[in-house]
């Protein structure tokens, strides 16, 4: 029985391992997604929200880290997770740190 039960439990959490890569999925599916996914509760920054402010954000986080470079700043479609990881590096800052900071910029 022991058995039967480590093996439902195996079972469960890859399904939900799959669940949470479904999410991902449709969120990258739709940008327009919720800025906070209360299943994984972390703040969820909308693509569109980066892309139309980013220059803005880009001045302020060089203003507020001086050892921020342009590369690190980069924006590419598609990759801000790595831009993020760069920021994250350098600030020492949590992404949802360093989003819930950026959005009280304004």
């Given at each position: ?52 402010r ?18 690190d ?34």
């Amino acid at each position: 029985m022991r058995h039967h039960n480590r093996r439902n439990e195996k079972l469960l959490n890859h399904l939900s391992g799959i669940e949470s890569q479904i999410r991902g999925i449709v969120q990258l599916a739709n940008p327009r997604h919720s800025f906070f996914d209360h299943t994984k509760k972390t703040i969820v920054m909308d693509k569109m929200e980066i892309k139309g402010r980013w220059n803005e954000w880009k001045g302020r986080l060089k203003q507020a880290h001086a050892d921020l470079t342009d590369d690190d700043l980069r924006y590419e479609e598609g990759k801000e997770d790595e831009m993020f990881g760069r920021i994250q590096k350098k600030t020492g800052r949590a992404k949802d740190d360093l989003i819930k900071w950026l959005r009280s910029l304004g």
